[in-house]
């Protein structure tokens, strides 16, 4: 007689992977509603194999251990393929990896000289475990946590060269550009010479600093010190300089002083929202566009790498042309920025001025376009020294040519449609430093690096303004403070310009390197 038990382990096993990206990064790229696609996802391919194995074998043991080994190739296929990639390449790699496993695993259930009963009552126990301290530890990250203070609004003066009843206000579009390196770099390192679009940049108005430098190396203390006008070391001191916590920041973004300020002058607020978090939505929007939720969130692109899925999903959209292009395992598609950047003029047509910000990101790997716009299978470089380096060099360059396409067309497309006058700040927020996706603590960067990161593109279209109200070598946070001084009043004098590094572990520990 068989001794019926219950088999959990292969289904706790599929949520594991998940809980457990989760708990590595909650608070930082997760939310609670991030969790649910991704959980029904893994649960349904672990429900799949378990109603496959049953063709294989009817022991409820066997068929466990079966539908273990399914969840596994399933939850881990891309990490598999990314390991083996230094030796074989990925398309030899992929079928064996899927394949292998599985069937040596229903050999050994279809056979049953195995007793797989003794692997269930471990398993069950393990993985319960594993699972429950993974849901805990995301628990505790998802907590309510301590958020940065809000900057206090400054008393509103007089408007300069604006009439009381708002109607000569300019519009105001803040385009973040996202680790768009400057000039000098670009030359030096990339081998690329960004003079020609400079250069018709200014032939539409714009002042362009060729020494621009970034104020924050990471993208959501950039935005937070811009938009508040002000550097960061009160915020690193109220919540400690060793805190890891990127999530903190996030209200300084969304609760800007820049909105505030605008909505008291009658501006109708248009936010454009990114998979990233600190750019995820904004309530304070009158407007976002698109709708924050149709947006892949970085959490979900990431898990999405690390399965099975993603190369079926390429081979079935490959096959019947997918709405939204490739499968959604990179933050943002080029489908998506295409859409943005031809919005953005569009917003012009406006009863009240308007307050753009768009914080887009490209030229920021992904690689999703071509030089010349064109879409192309989304390339994201292992490492930015070994192999990848000159490939992805290669790519950087060529994201870089259409962002500045696509630049040019926007800003004569707002220029020649709109009825009032247009401030319009092109900035990067940091430059790229070809470090890999977590920046290193300052002795783990070459200064060569630590210099291409501070070095930023930027570029101010200022109506009406004088040519010395920004510098060569200003940062974002005083072209803020000279944009708000001079066209809406403010008492904001210049602060010294100066550049912080800090490390993706410590990302308040600011050192100053320039």
Same mark, same amino acid.
């Given at each position: 007689m068989?001794?019926?038990?219950?088999?959990?382990? *292969?289904?706790?096993? =599929?949520?594991? &992977? #998940?809980?457990? !990206?989760?708990?590595?990064?909650? $608070?930082? /790229?997760?939310?609670? @509603?991030?969790?649910?696609?991704?959980?029904?996802?893994?649960?349904?391919?672990?429900?799949?194999?378990?109603?496959?194995?049953?063709?294989?074998?009817?022991?409820?043991?066997?068929?466990?251990?079966?539908?273990?080994?399914?969840?596994?190739?399933?939850?881990?296929?891309?990490?598999?393929?990314?390991?083996?990639?230094?030796?074989? *390449?990925?398309?030899? =790699?992929?079928? &064996? #990896?899927?394949? !292998?496993?599985?069937?040596?695993? $229903?050999? /050994?259930?279809?056979? @049953?000289?195995?007793?797989?009963g003794p692997l269930t009552r471990y398993l069950n126990l393990v993985i319960a475990i594993m699972v429950a301290w993974s849901g805990a530890s995301l628990l505790w990250r998802l907590r309510p946590r301590e958020r940065a203070i809000a900057f206090e609004d400054l008393p509103l003066q007089t408007i300069a060269n604006a009439a009381p009843s708002g109607k000569a206000l300019p519009h105001l579009f803040v385009i973040v550009l996202d680790k768009y390196t400057g000039h000098r770099s670009l030359k030096a390192n990339f081998g690329f010479d960004n003079t020609p679009f400079e250069r018709t940049l200014e032939g539409l108005g714009f002042v362009v600093p060729r020494?621009?430098?970034?104020?924050?190396?990471?993208?959501?203390?950039?935005?937070?010190?811009?938009?508040?006008?002000?550097?960061?070391?009160?915020?690193?001191?109220r919540i400690g300089s060793e805190n890891p916590d990127w999530g903190i920041a996030d209200p300084l973004i969304e609760d800007n002083r820049t909105w505030r300020t605008l909505h008291r002058l009658g501006y109708r607020f248009v936010f454009m929202p990114t998979a990233y978090p600190a750019t995820g939505h904004n309530r304070y929007a009158d407007l976002q566009l698109p709708d924050p939720g149709r947006l892949t969130h970085e959490f979900e692109a990431v898990w999405l790498r690390g399965t099975m899925l993603l190369p079926v999903l390429e081979r079935a959209c490959a096959v019947f042309s997918c709405s939204g292009g490739v499968p959604p395992y990179v933050p943002e598609s080029a489908t998506s920025l295409d859409w943005k950047f031809a919005a953005i003029p569009g917003l012009v047509h406006s009863e009240r001025p308007v307050f753009v910000?768009?914080?887009?990101?490209?030229?920021?790997?992904?690689?999703?376009?071509?030089?010349?716009?064109?879409?192309?299978?989304?390339?994201?470089?292992?490492?930015?020294?070994?192999?990848?380096a000159e490939t992805g060099k290669a790519a950087y360059v060529a994201q870089v040519r259409c962002v500045n396409r696509k630049v040019e067309e926007l800003v004569k497309a707002i220029l020649g449609r709109s009825t009032r006058p247009a401030i319009i700040l092109l900035q990067a927020d940091h430059g790229h430093g070809r470090l890999g996706r977590d920046l290193p603590p300052l002795s783990g960067a070459s200064a060569a690096r630590v210099e291409e990161r501070i070095d930023i593109f930027a570029a101010y279209l200022l109506p009406g303004a004088p040519r010395g109200l920004v510098h060569d070598s200003i940062g974002p946070v005083n072209t803020m403070r000279s944009v708000m001084?001079?066209?809406?009043?403010?008492?904001?004098?210049?602060?010294?310009d100066a550049s912080y590094w800090s490390s993706a572990g410590r990302p308040y520990e600011f050192t100053r390197v320039r």
């Open positions: 068989t001794t019926r038990r219950l088999v959990a382990y *292969p289904f706790l096993a =599929a949520t594991y &992977p #998940v809980l457990g !990206l989760a708990a590595a990064n909650g $608070g930082d /790229l997760v939310s609670a @509603g991030d969790l649910v696609r991704p959980l029904a996802i893994s649960l349904g391919a672990a429900v799949l194999a378990w109603l496959l194995s049953r063709a294989v074998t009817r022991d409820i043991d066997a068929r466990g251990f079966l539908t273990f080994i399914g969840v596994g190739v399933f939850s881990a296929h891309g990490y598999a393929i990314n390991i083996l990639a230094r030796w074989v *390449p990925s398309g030899v =790699a992929a079928l &064996p #990896v899927a394949i !292998l496993p599985v069937l040596a695993a $229903g050999v /050994l259930a279809w056979r @049953g000289r195995v007793s797989f020494a621009a430098r970034a104020n924050y190396m990471h993208t959501f203390l950039a935005l937070a010190a811009m938009l508040n006008w002000e550097y960061l070391d009160n915020v690193a001191r910000l768009a914080h887009l990101t490209v030229p920021h790997e992904p690689y999703v376009y071509d030089a010349d716009c064109g879409h192309r299978r989304p390339y994201w470089p292992n490492a930015d020294d070994g192999p990848d001084r001079y066209y809406y009043g403010l008492d904001l004098p210049p602060l010294e």
